[in-house]
């Protein structure tokens, strides 16, 4: 049987996620007996607070385990309004307002919903690596911007407006971003606003690392800068990051209220309701004490603010010092040219077999001399894993 003839085209084009392989990579060493350290996973180290996990056992315990409507339960939309309006002083209705299984499953029913064959979407790279992969899939074309280290990798307005052409039909803007975690100031984003107004596109403002933004830095929501970038721009996000409750599974959008209905009419067939237990989870992480949000922020500040020296000392280690998420991105094209590696990949896969320490090559974000590393772990296996790579380094270095 020829394989290639049983498959549909739009998978075996397909990119697997490389943060996903790293992690499950590592995972097996470690089950093997290899001590391991991953730097790879993007998710907080911390679990789900306690009243989130007592919300949910209290939710089952009571019967509430069975279908809810497809866009989410009317009380989960209230308490994502609730918090659009306490953190961004915006305001949406329900029928604005979509809840799905994770804010990766929002995004890629959003794609489906609104991009037509050969519709084109702007991607400012370093880019989620879920990004290009969801375009294509919903039969549209990624538009990759690339953003340099000298600008923070952020993209321009100028930028921006230098791709767009009359198939363009959104820009993605993720602010604070994975996998640098840059945060776009308001003077930037602005200029950004202005460029889609102008040219008419939509914004999806993809805003899951909102809460996790360090020292002076303030997350600005694009939608909160003029009534048209509110018409325009697409939010999403969800409890992943914010509350530690990546296993989940609940995101949402907020915006243009026939877009939100067409994508609840597809979730409709495609996924029939978020989980009931996780949703009513949810309402307590939006409803109840934000503590532990903010306990975790100081803890990955506290971290950042420890590793990014040591980072920054190894050789051939270059980085631009983010502002919030729990990620760093050293461009490492030095310390390649030194050690002997002619790509990030190669160099990804030595220091996972030789160092044990597994960090994501930056080829799968669209930036080919990098590697990412997660700070989300302790601070002690932090240490220990910058100890090895430059261990690593400095023994392979060659002059």
Known sequence: MDLAKQLASRVTTLSPSTTLAITAKAKEMKESGIDVIGLGAGEPDYNTPEPILDAAWRSMKEGKTKYTPSGGLPALKDAVIGKLERDQGLTYTRTEIMIGIGAKHVLYTLFQT?????????????????????????????????????????????????????????LILNSPGNPTGMVYTEEELKAIAEVCEARDIWI???????????????????????????????????????????????????????????????????????VTTSQYA?????????????MMRNSFSSRLERIYPQIQAIPGFHTVKPQGAFYLLPDVSE?????????????????????????????????????????????????????????????????
Do not use: C
Not at 337 to 346: C, E, I, L, S, Y
Not at 349 to 372: D, H, M, Q, Y
């Open 114 to 170: 609104i991009l037509d064959p050969m519709d084109e979407v702007i991607i400012p790279a370093p880019y989620w690596v879920s990004y290009p992969e969801q375009v294509k899939l919903a039969g549209g074309v990624p538009v990759v911007v690339q953003a340099t280290a000298e600008a923070e990798f952020k993209v321009t307005a100028n930028q921006i407006e230098e791709v767009i052409t009359s198939k363009t039909k959104a």
């Open 204 to 274: 999806i403002s993809d805003e899951i690392y909102e809460k996790l933004v360090y020292g002076t830095t303030k997350h600005i929501s694009i939608a909160t800068l003029s009534e048209d970038a509110k018409k325009r721009t697409l939010i999403i996000n969800g409890v992943s990051k914010s509350h530690s409750m990546t296993g989940w599974r609940i995101g949402y959008i907020a915006g243009d209220e026939a877009i939100v209905k067409a994508m609840t009419n597809l979730a409709s067939h495609s996924t029939s309701n978020p």
């Open 282 to 294: 949810a309402i307590e992480a939006y409803n109840g004490s934000q503590d532990a949000v903010e």
């Open 335 to 399: 310390a390649m040219k030194h050690t002997g590696f002619q790509n990030v990949d190669a160099f990804a896969k030595a220091l996972l077999e030789e160092a044990n320490v597994a960090v994501i090559p930056g080829s799968g974000f669209g930036s080919e001399e990098t590697i990412r590393l997660s700070y989300a772990t302790s601070i002690e296996l932090l240490e220990e894993a910058v100890r090895r790579i430059d261990q690593f380094v400095k023994s392979k270095w060659n002059d």
